[in-house]
């Protein structure tokens, strides 16, 4: 009997066996509806329902996905996410009922197979299974050798930004304390640090000037470099709700996106000139008079210097630079400037650029201009990415030159604080910055690096570059999920575990801090970021004692003013606080600035900036410019959405975008595998042809590490003040690749 | 130049979303009013209904079984398991009906009582009584209210011949729709359009062929222009709509009795890939427009049966077909 004859049989069994089972089950409610009253039938059923919820566990916590901080009901029978609900209204003040597809259905990761259960080291055969006591001796042997031998600064910390409040805190304290380096950072550098640089210079806060209310209620958008129905989709899902009902939306983007679609304005930009379109913008608003003058008296300095400096971007000059139109320009500025209030939001097509800092400084002059920050509905409104990337990547301190709150390491005082806390001496110099401690360890100046979720190797810029380095490294400590291809390169692989498994804090992109509950026990012997860390420092040496994470935070609250007021019995009465929070009974902060700017004299600082080309630019041949991003059915780089089939029955390879006309000119159809090469690398992924991209652009999403989009980036052109790589431009060509590339083949036999 | 026109301009993409709650009847807004409920007086803001009296002085007593508790929902009058007697207008369904000044209000009005039971035994009657094998079991608003309501035996029966049932869609990743549990509340059809604003859902057909069905035309959910955000299996009341993997978290555990089971046939998934990827709203939009204008996919076409033909393949990456 061959196989197939075999399955043949089991599956007649198998469907012999099923249909008997349906028959019993529909015998059975007959004689039930027969013998029963319907009244008796909806008790004894509800008897049944109540018994088995009873079993399940319910838990409110905060979603894991992206910042927009939506929080829920968990439904879990102890090993599986089984659904997610509503949760009591003054438990959700962001998102109400609202959710999108990840939050609400992509927990398959949570359960997968190929968790980590057990640590793992590095041993001539591959990776061992190891007990806990054994990989933290290894780790400490592995770090205390590179120590010894090369000094702290040999080491460095990634952190990251889906972990809570409290483990980033840990983690900065671990980089501090425990090795005695500032080289620790964290994915912020990957994406918002030049908004967290130009913020901090022109109104004080890196981090978004708005509350919720605000993006509701605001009658205009100026929205950027943010595919927000995609990436951000409940900010979506309200700002849409909000121009339906008459706000103005205007959407500058180089490509056509959803939310363009809704938008009273699209202008159609060029990748890596957005500093120059929205000066234009500027400027128009200064000739014309239609700036807030009081406001600019009042509350900024700095206008005469901006009014010169803009004088250069004349709406031909704009056009020339970014193609857009003048009657583009002039329509959007009367628009934003004669609205009673407008939110300026944006993410990462504004930031990552190697001159990211001056787009988002010239868009904080804008907002300023018009009188826009620090009164209801109107604000800046960076739309932040990881779920806890504002307080874990920021506000935590995680970072090579600040410790928790934005304190300076710099600064003696700042440090004397932390050192009589922490016991330590903290080195004055700044660390090195993600994308730097890659550049570093080129040079061997980093040898030995602990990365923390963060799958580095698929989300760096020029990711040969990125592995080589990882490859090249002494010793490398990975605490992950999974075994992901960052995890490949470890000595040591610490299994960690999700948010649904953990306590803690999550701050959301509007500042507010909301508590993590756990709601299933850790899978395996995976341990919470936190345990390892505490367990890590004591089997060093330190007296780390942290039993709870509310401990954590009562400690980092009394070192961090703006989280001062912070504690997790407050989150879990008040529903959550946005910071700035000094004390126990200051009731949070819904908007910044509403009085003063937090600078030294209390005034914005109106910062010229000029314009700059992207570090790459397309030439002859080179002639295309490469974008990237995320769509809504993937997260980063799939470690969370790579495992859920529904998910990837959506998408299960990166792509293309290629305008029909650029298509037609390389003779390329729809789906046809397309060689997309860079001066660094080269890809091969399905086209798919739309007008959304200009003719001049294309666009790969960053998902997949076998089509990764990173093989393309540089891992050198970085944003001046924040380090930050031009993922937004890559000079590229394009060629009908011949053959088939792996993953379109792979779908067209599946869908067969 | 286009700003020289000051009326503020809505984008015509939102004219080409159905609203979903086009036929609700509109509330006055600008004046307060004080009424009385079962004798006691309530003082109300402009814009309340007579339930928002009701919840104020007897919160839960009344099933009101389509309302839902937030703006962009209802309110809608299905149902009418709300309905209350008043001095002045006689009975009313209070989740849709103005509280006016002056108005007195009595809930056990024995005209009322009769048409509340009367109404709920209806929904139950068009309800398919599945319930030990329902993903909403135990959390059922229907399940509740007839037991709340000591429903002991409908008076028109319950939905139970098989034959006459919908397959169960089990074609999305993440919701599953049992049209043979739907109550025909809206409330979905709001969510989807009025709070989500993406215009994929609607209600088709007449009388007793009333269905949720999709505006693009689409047969089934994988074939829907659905973002899979949630909101529609959020708000539904009964098992019409469930989230996928909790469907039989509820039943009765035995082996055999399943929703899937219970109902007897099932859409199942098609190996289809979903293509474009990041589609254009506009031509999802334009697709559905074609379809209307074809006749293919109308209101009052729509229906199971109708097979794949009333979707254009519009898969150019070859997959399923």
């Known amino acids: 009997m061959s196989d197939e004859d075999l399955s043949g049989v089991a599956g007649m069994m198998q469907r012999a066996k099923a249909k008997a089972l349906q028959n019993i089950e529909h015998v059975a409610e007959g004689v039930a509806a027969e013998t029963l009253s319907e009244g008796t039938l909806f008790r004894i059923a509800e008897s049944i329902g109540e018994k088995r919820l009873a079993d399940l566990h319910v838990t409110d916590t905060t979603c894991g996905y992206c910042a927009v901080g939506c929080r829920f009901d968990v439904f879990t029978d102890g090993e599986k996410v089984l659904a997610v609900r509503p949760t009591a209204e003054e438990n959700a003040p962001v998102n109400g009922i609202s959710t999108c597809v990840k939050g609400k259905f992509s927990y398959d990761y949570v359960h997968s197979d190929d968790r980590l259960t057990t640590p793992l080291v590095r041993t001539d055969d591959g990776f061992t299974p190891v007990s806990w006591e054994t990989a933290y001796d290894t780790v400490r042997e592995g770090l205390d050798g590179i120590r010894q031998e090369h000094g702290p600064d040999a080491l460095s910390v990634i952190s990251s930004s889906k972990a809570t409040n409290e ?21 912020n550098r990957l994406c918002h640090a030049p908004t967290v640089a130009a913020l901090a210079n022109v109104v004080g806060y890196g981090a978004a000037s708005v509350c919720m209310a605000d993006l509701e209620d605001t009658d205009c958008y100026l929205i950027t470099g943010s595919n927000t129905t995609e990436a951000h989709p409940v900010i979506a899902t309200r700002i849409k709700q909000n121009v339906r009902d008459g706000a103005d939306l205007v959407v500058f983007d180089p490509r056509e996106i959803q939310l363009a679609e809704y938008a009273t304005h699209y202008s159609q930009s060029q990748p890596g000139y957005d500093a120059a379109w929205i000066n234009g913008i500027t400027r128009y608003i200064i000739e014309h008079d239609l700036y807030d003058a009081a406001f600019i008296e009042d509350r900024t300095t700095g206008f005469s210097a901006l009014t010169e400096s803009v004088q250069e971007f004349t709406p031909e000059r704009v056009e020339e630079v970014t193609g857009v139109p003048p009657e583009e320009i002039a329509a959007a500025a009367e628009t934003i400037a004669t609205a009673d209030k407008c939110v300026f939001g944006w993410t990462l097509g504004l930031t990552e650029h190697s001159h990211g800092t001056e787009n988002v400084t010239a868009m904080a002059n804008l907002a300023l201009i018009t ?9 800046l409104s960076p739309f932040r990415g990881q779920n806890n990337v504002q307080g874990g990547g920021g506000d935590m301190g995680p970072l090579p030159d600040n410790l928790p709150g934005y304190q300076d390491v710099g600064d003696p005082e700042v440090r004397e604080k932390f050192e009589d806390a922490w016991e330590c001496e903290i080195p004055s110099a700044y660390g090195h910055r993600t994308t730097e401690m890659f550049l570093a360890a080129e040079r061997d100046e980093i040898r030995g690096m602990y990365i923390i979720g963060e799958n580095a190797a698929v989300s760096e810029p020029n990711v040969q570059h990125a592995g080589e380095v990882l490859s090249d490294l002494e010793f490398l400590v990975v605490q992950d999920l999974f075994l992901n291809e960052t995890a490949e390169y470890a000595d040591v692989v610490l299994p960690a575990v999700t948010h649904v498994e953990k306590s803690g804090t999550f701050t959301n992109t509007t500042r507010r801090v909301q508590l ?3 709601a299933m026990p850790p899978r395996g012997d995976a341990k919470p970021d936190w345990v390892i860390l505490t367990e890590l420092a004591q089997r060093i040496g330190y007296e780390w004692d942290y039993t709870d994470p509310a401990e954590i935070m009562e400690e980092l609250r009394q070192l961090t003013p703006i989280y001062g007021g912070i504690t997790h019995d407050r989150l879990a009465r008040e529903g959550g606080l946005q910071w700035p929070c000094p004390d126990l009974d200051h009731p949070g902060t819904d908007r910044l600035y509403s009085e003063s700017f937090n600078t030294r004299d209390g005034q914005a600082n109106l910062t010229p900036v000029g314009w700059s080309d992207p570090a790459d630019q397309p030439d002859d041949e080179y002639p295309f410019t490469l974008t990237t991003g995320r769509v809504l059915y993937q997260y980063h780089t799939g470690t969370m959405t790579h495992r859920e089939p529904g998910i990837t029955d959506y998408v299960e390879s990166d792509f293309v975008e290629l305008h029909p006309a650029t298509a037609a000119n390389y003779g390329i159809a729809d789906g046809d595998p397309v060689r997309v090469e860079s001066r660094v690398g080269e890809i091969v992924v399905p086209a798919q042809i739309t007008e959304r991209p200009g003719e001049d652009t294309v666009f790969i999403p960053m998902h997949f590490s076998a089509t990764a ?10 944003d001046e003040p924040s380090a930050t790589p031009e993922y937004k431009v890559t000079a590229v060509r394009i060629t009908p690749h011949e053959g088939e590339s792996a993953p379109i083949s792979a779908s067209e036999e599946s869908a067969e | 130049m286009s700003t020289d026109d000051p009326t503020p301009r809505i984008p015509e993409i939102f004219e080409a979303i159905d609203t979903g709650t086009a036929s609700d009847p509109s509330l006055p807004r600008d004046e307060s009013a004080r009424v009385t409920v079962d004798g006691e007086p309530v003082e109300l803001a402009a814009g309340a209904t007579v339930l928002d009296a009701i919840q104020k002085v007897k919160p839960d007593s009344l099933p009101a079984l389509c309302q839902y508790d937030h703006p962009d929902i209802g309110p809608r009058s299905e149902c009418r398991t709300c309905v209350v007697g008043t001095d002045s207008h006689g009975i009313v369904p209070s989740c849709s009906y103005p509280a006016k000044d002056g108005m007195a209000v009595q809930i056990d009005d024995p005209r009322a009582v009769e048409a509340r039971s009367v109404n709920l035994d209806l929904v139950l009657g068009n309800h398919n009584l599945r319930c030990t094998t329902c993903g909403k079991n135990g959390r059922c608003e229907l399940q509740d209210t007839a037991i709340d309501e000591a429903v002991e035996t409908p008076r028109y029966g319950v939905f139970d011949d098989r034959s006459a049932y919908e397959p169960i869609d089990d074609t999305s990743s993440f919701i599953q729709i049992d049209r043979n549990k739907c109550i025909l509340c809206n409330r979905c059809v709001e969510a989807c359009n009025d709070i989500q604003v993406e215009g994929v859902l609607r209600m088709e057909g007449s009388g007793a062929d009333t269905r949720i069905g999709f505006q693009s035309g689409a047969e089934t959910m994988e074939e829907s222009t ?29 082996p055999g009795f399943t929703q899937k089971n219970s109902v007897g046939s099932v859409i199942e998934a098609s190996d289809r890939r979903r293509r474009p990827v990041t589609p254009a709203k506009r031509d999802e939009l334009a697709k559905s427009t074609d379809e209307l204008d074809s006749g293919t996919g109308s209101p009052d076409q729509g229906h199971a049966g109708d097979g794949e033909d009333g979707v254009p393949d519009v898969d150019p990456w070859g997959g399923g077909a």
């Open chain 1, 167 to 187: 483990e980033n805190y840990l983690m900065g304290k671990f980089a501090r304390q425990v090795l005695g380096t500032n080289n620790v950072d964290n994915c």
């Open chain 1, 371 to 379: 009188g826009n920050v620090g009164k209801p509905g109107a604000g």
């Open chain 1, 516 to 518: 993590v509950n756990q």
């Open chain 1, 709 to 718: 989009v990173n093989r393309l980036t540089h891992e050198d052109h970085l």
């Open chain 2, 226 to 254: 659905c973002v899979s955000c949630g909101h529609c299996v959020t708000v539904c009341p009964t098992g019409a709509l469930v989230e996928k993997g909790f469907e039989d978290a509820t039943t009765i555990p035995l």
